[in-house]
């Protein structure tokens, strides 16, 4: 099953059509896709009957954030082996790097980014959405507590995430529109291989960043895992689980987004975001 938010408006989503929830149940299920993670399991087992005969097109341009507000947002720092050491760190890390996003950071898949400084980084990464509620889940049960998958980018201002004695990656990764999210969150059940996918991104054409989800460090199940033995992981809160290499931050000469560049984000098969930049 793929669902997402068209026009603000839950809806099950079936190539370049999507099926209005609220309308498709007869209003059992409210047109809020904030409120889907609320009633999760009914949820899921509706949309899997439904045959999206009755789907409609849709425009790029109606395209929302598959999840509007999660109560929490983690982004796990340096989880592919390949980008720590781009990053200057070779040795394995001993936990994984956790910092938010905060929530006012989530996007569209297709939205215009303000940048607010000549130094914003991409990274494209598979973002994980909690579905049941998670506490001290062992690795073996983790994906069971998973809604599905989808992708997203941890827009990184590079000067604040590492400025001062402490850096601030937080601040730095939650500017407005610093959490594109789309264009759909996918189930667990639609992937071969769940822990293994491709994803890549393009700036104008040219690749970026091409890895497999295989190579990261801490696989999905062992973050929830880890996650959760600390903090109760809730449904509807999303996992950023780190980027592959090429950032451009570790690139020389270094290079970062500017100005009219479409920067174009994909996970296999999920889908495709395309996010473009203006000056603030
Ligand atoms: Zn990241």
Redesign the pocket.
Known sequence: MRFGNINGRLSLIDGAKALDVEKASDGRFAPDPGLVFERWEEFLAWGQRQTLDDAVPFTPESVGPPVVRPAQVF???LNYQAHASESGIQEAVPAPAVFTKFVTSITGPYSRVTLPSDTVDW?V?LVVVIGRHAKDVRTEDAWSHVAGLTVGQ?L?ERTIQLSGPVPQFSLGKSYPGFAPIGPAVVTVDEFADPDDLALSCDLDGEILQDGRTRDLTRSVPELIAYLSSIVPLLPGDLI?T??PAGVGMARRPQRFLTPGATLNSRVEGIGTMSNTFVSG
């Open positions: 982004g796990i720092g990274e990464e941890d990184s950023f780190g980027t």
